[in-house]
């Protein structure tokens, strides 16, 4: 019986419940004590049997999928928004009223049923966009399993699976893990086939190289960045071969603890600033429209219930159902007026096309309401990995030897990206190349085994990164004159000088890199005729096994201690700079290597297939050379970093990588100053999670950094920042930023280097990776706010005309002057023009120099409100004053208005129309509109009802013509239309064509005139039209006159409100 079949009867304590890594720190133990702790050897893997106990316990190695939200919850979810639900309630007493209509014998056909079925298609077009919102947010959850490896190679029963689906790996299985392969689970290693085994986890841990790992325990309470013996699901091997033990599945695993996290994120996601005062503004709207309502009935109530007093009671009372349902209709058309119904569809088409004016700044916005949160951002946390930096290494700096002992030639190199055209290197000799620098091109390119790809307009690194850079080098360096055959290599290949190298130094042999003597070497048929050991490592090791240095002549002269120290010099500047440094050197090859030609059946093939070996071999060496390389922070991100102050927005920089090399980045950038004390600015996460008043740190002005953050802490000052009031947005491109990037109020993912988790966690994708589009989009974000309150004080104050409206109609008592469906026709046909082209504002020129709003800051200050209740009376007026004009007048303001032939009345009988059928004699003419005239010889007193067809036509076209002129108003909050003329912005002039387009298409298309209840109108009607329309220009005018001269005392009392909170 093997191993695994003997323990596993005694281990009940391992079978009573699954493994947590803070039961069993297997990073902290050594081999075998991990082994005994699994029931498991690895030359024997796990019995069948026991497999099949463990999946019991610890089921499948797969990430769990959340059950979904069901579509009858989602769908109740959409109406949890006060503005929706007074809408339902609209609609619904519209549809009673005009069931009850029809079946007492009045309003009849599509009229009465034409409002409740436009408001329900609002509601169900809403509830739609909504669950399909709904329904796309949490792709992330299944970009993860993407990520996860499918199979593995298991030893089981003493045998060697191949081919394992990754899902059926339990804990205590024994794998074996190759260049290129996926992780499948969280795994401690056991032996090193290789000399050396290389990880790439920064996706999950933020680190910007490729991690050597170990079998030797380390420290319990270390964080994921130096757990060096274990390897993480998801990552991947760019280097070496190892057998390793499962010892986390699933969700237990470093990358299902990110699930949970995105899953817990989600389920925290807030709703945003606009929204929240959307909600706000609903409630408040609720409240208004009930205070109007019982007025409205309280004011007529005489008219349908009436008593007599007796003996100082009241007694006999008459009540009217049909004038209470009149009047209850009424107030059903005030809620109507009050609602701005457009107002959801304008604000998604406003958002829609921020997005389209986004995208072309490169900045993809994945959930529409992310548009206007950006504009109230007030801390954008920052990865540093691939977001301020390009995530691809660079060659910084060349360190040559000079033309005499003792003297250093030093080298710039430019550049940030793998495009070997990125850059140059300055005061370059080209084509001049001495013997040195050509010696240090030809280690470069050979002591190599990385490659770059085009693909597209992209650079791609194939194996170490570090090395991918050398070759990059080395194609700037050029090739060196009298030996350029470059022409004989396709001009489409990227790497032309390393190809030639390549052809002229034949490589026989390699010397694989291991962690002990920290070098690599190759052995090559040099175009010279001799063969050469080239070697590349950490300087201090390469530079310990040299004996001699090549001067620029190419001369071969002794390492004296002044030339070493000289060389170790520089080497501390260059480490203390963040750079990664790396030695060239080489040598003649030992005579027993003189005549080996790569062959196994040479004695000297013996020497190299023993490591331990190589440090013998790679002594004696001439040093050439050396080079700093880095992940180079981006070009545009210092500017973009001073524009975020300039706009009062701070720049915090959270990283995985370890603190020397963010730290020398964050002051390169602009995050920090050069000589500035940052001991209290920058600390790890795990030092940050210790602090005692964590938010007080977070308070702090200026620039932050958090080196070596996990998920965890990433996440812990997100929901600390949120917690104080701040609007976060949070940058990052791996599988470590999801959790963050989820719960931030914005989360911002790379589009080129991000990983799909991230891009799926996020609200927004940056199509450049690159930072300064952020600045760019927060700019954009903040225009599309201002012409967002623009649009909504517009539409709003259109509301308070049509509620003074129909108030006034009501306490006057004069018959009903608009019907609820024609104002909403106005509030969504008539105003939707005007106000989505209001989105198309030009930007303020110093937007990006205020600092950034409040997220509670009102949309609707108390100044504003008072501004649009004095339009909206001056609306309710105006609507309710041409109704009178044109029953009680024959012309006003010099406009004839009596050639259509209708009667006049007192307004003393307009206001009592409901006595009509007592008044004795009472008789009217027949009148014309259009084609059509209508008399009234029968029933006089329907001159009141369907005789108002005229008066009401002429209600509703100053109302639109109103609001036409007051989207001029809405242009600039108070700005004058002298500074502000209308032609800024042609798009409204477009819309305002097109709502009065719309407008005279239901006055003069006789099917749509009969479903909207009015008649066409002649010159003189519309001259009378225009002449009670402007003046509400002229009004506001003197309203923005009086709100420019009183800006500052109500700044100055704001600000001293705030400072009192």
């Known amino acids: 019986m093997g191993k695994g079949g003997e323990d596993s009867g005694k281990r009940e304590s391992y079978s009573s419940k699954p493994l947590k890594s803070d039961a069993f720190p297997a990073w902290a133990k050594d081999v075998r004590e991990c082994e005994k702790k699994f029931g498991v050897s690895r030359e024997k893997g796990l019995l069948t049997d026991e497999v099949e106990k463990r999946r019991q316990i610890y089921g499948l190695n797969e990430l769990e999928k959340p059950e979904g939200t069901s579509i009858f919850k989602l769908v109740l979810e959409q109406f949890n928004d006060t503005l929706v639900r007074i809408l339902l309630a609209a609609a619904i007493i519209s549809f009673v009223l005009a069931l009850y209509d029809g079946e007492e014998g009045g309003e009849v056909g599509i009229t009465a049923f034409v409002e409740p079925l436009v408001i329900f298609l609002i509601l169900i077009v809403n509830a739609i966009v909504g669950i399909w919102q709904e329904s796309n947010a949490e792709k992330a959850l299944e970009a993860l399993k993407e990520i996860q490896s499918e199979q593995a190679s298991v030893i089981r029963d003493r045998k060697k699976v191949s081919n394992l689906p990754a899902k059926e790996l339990v804990p205590g299985d024994i794998v074996e893990l190759r260049v290129g392969d996926k992780v499948p689970a969280d795994m401690r290693v056991l032996a090193l086939i290789s000399s050396t085994l290389r990880v790439e986890q920064g996706s999950l841990t933020g680190e910007s190289e490729a991690v050597s790992k170990t079998t030797k325990p380390v420290d319990e309470n270390t964080d994921i960045q130096g757990k060096k013996c274990m390897v993480f699901a998801g990552t991947t091997v760019v280097n070496g071969n190892c057998i390793c033990l499962v010892t986390e599945t699933g969700m237990n695993t470093e990358i299902g603890r990110v699930h949970s996290q995105i899953q817990e994120a989600a389920q925290s996601e807030e709703d945003t600033p606009l929204k929240k005062k959307l909600n706000e503004f609903g409630e408040v709207l609720t409240m208004i429209i009930g205070v109007i309502c019982a007025l409205v009935w309280l004011i007529n109530v005489k008219y349908f219930l009436s008593w007599e007093y007796i003996d100082g009671w009241p007694r006999n009372f008459k009540f009217s159902f049909e004038k209470c349902t009149y009047y209850f209709e009424i107030a059903v058309a005030l809620a109507v007026a009050a609602i701005p119904e457009g107002l959801p569809a304008v604000i998604t088409t406003c958002l829609a096309l921020g997005t389209r004016k986004m995208a072309q700044k490169n900045a993809l916005v994945r959930k529409l309401p992310s548009v206007e949160t950006l504009g109230c951002t007030t801390v954008i946390c920052s990865d540093k990995t691939g977001t301020l930096t390009t995530n691809q290494m660079a060659v910084s700096k060349l360190v040559a030897l000079g033309s005499r002992v003792g003297t250093l030639r030093s080298f710039n190199v430019e550049g940030t990206t793998y495009d070997p055209q990125d850059g140059k290197i300055e005061d370059w000799p080209t084509g001049r190349m001495d013997a040195n620098l050509h010696m240090i091109a030809k280690i470069a390119a050979i002591c190599n085994d990385a490659g770059v790809e085009q693909t597209g307009h992209h650079y791609v690194a194939t194996g170490m990164p570090t090395e991918a850079a050398l070759k990059v080098l080395v194609e700037k360096m050029g090739f060196p004159e009298g030996l350029n055959k470059a022409s004989s290599l396709a001009d489409g290949d990227v790497l032309r000088c390393c190809r030639l190298w390549s052809e002229l130094e034949q490589r026989i042999a390699t010397l694989e890199f291991d962690r002990d003597r920290k070098s690599m070497g190759v052995i ?293 002057g608009m019907i609820p469906v024609q104002l909403l026709w106005v509030n969504l046909v008539t105003d939707g023009p005007p106000a989505t082209a209001l989105g198309f504002n030009p930007p303020d020129k110093d937007i990006m120099k205020k600092p950034p709003r409040r997220s509670d800051d009102s949309l609707i200050t108390p100044w504003i409100l008072f501004r649009y209740l004095v339009i909206g009376t001056y609306v309710g007026v105006a609507t309710v004053g041409v109704f009178i004009i044109w029953y009680t007048h024959n012309s006003f303001m010099g406009i004839d208005l009596s050639r259509d032939g209708h009667s006049l009345v007192t307004y003393t009988q307009l206001a009592n129309w409901g006595q009509c059928p007592s008044w004795e004699g009472f008789k009217v003419s027949p009148f014309s509109a259009g084609s059509q005239t209508f008399s009234f010889d029968s029933n006089p007193c329907e001159y009141f009802q369907q005789g108002k067809i005229k008066a009401s036509t002429l209600s509703l076209s100053v109302l639109v013509a109103i609001e036409m002129f007051n989207s001029l108003n809405a242009l600039s909050e108070d700005g004058s239309l002298l500074t502000m003329p209308p032609w800024v912005n042609p798009w409204l002039l477009l819309a305002m064509s097109v709502s009065f387009g719309l407008h005279f298409l239901i006055l003069y298309v006789p099917f749509l005139a009969q479903v909207f209840g009015i008649v066409p109108l002649s010159l003189n009607e519309w001259l009378l039209v225009l002449a009670v329309s402007l003046p509400v220009i002229l009004i506001d005018e003197v309203l923005k006159f009086v709100g420019r001269h009183t800006s500052s005392l109500r700044h100055s009392a704001r600000t001293a409100k705030q400072k009192e909170e």
């Open 524 to 816: 090559v048929n040099s175009s010279s005729g001799k063969k050469l050991l080239l070697v590349k490592g950490a300087v201090e090791n390469v530079l310990e096994r040299s004996t001699h240095i090549q001067l620029l002549d190419g001369s071969i002269e002794e390492l004296d201690q002044y030339s070493k120290d000289l060389i170790l010099q520089n080497l501390h500047e260059m480490s203390t700079s963040a750079l990664r440094c790396l030695g060239f050197a080489y040598k003649d090859v030992p005579s027993e290597f003189a005549t080996y030609d790569g062959s196994e059946d040479h004695p000297a093939h013996q020497l190299l297939l023993n490591p331990s070996n190589y440090a013998s071999i790679e002594t004696d060496l001439v040093f050439v050379g050396l080079v700093g390389l880095r992940d180079p922070p981006r070009k545009e991100v210092r500017q973009a970093i001073a524009d975020c102050r300039t706009a009062g927005i701070r720049v915090m920089v959270i990283t995985g990588d370890n603190k020397s090399t963010a730290e020398a980045i964050c002051r390169e950038i602009g995050v920090f100053e050069a000589d500035e004390d940052i001991s209290t600015t920058s600390l790890t996460g795990k030092e940050f999670m210790e602090l005692k008043d964590q938010k007080n740190h977070l308070r702090q002005s200026g620039g932050l950094l958090f080196s070596r953050a996990e998920p965890k802490h990433k996440q812990e000052i997100v929901r600390l920042l949120k917690e104080d009031g701040e609007v976060v947005a949070m940058t990052g491109d791996g599988v470590n930023d999801a959790p963050a990037l989820k719960l931030a109020d914005i989360g911002v993912a790379m589009g080129i280097a991000g990983t799909e988790v991230a891009k799926e966690a996020s609200d927004m994708v940056l199509a450049d990776d690159n930072f300064s589009t952020i600045v760019a989009a927060v700019g954009e974000g903040r225009s599309i706010y201002n012409n967002m309150k623009a649009f909504i004080r517009y539409m709003i104050s259109s509301n308070i005309g049509e509620v003074a409206s129909i108030f006034l109609t009501a306490a006057l008592g004069i018959p009903e």
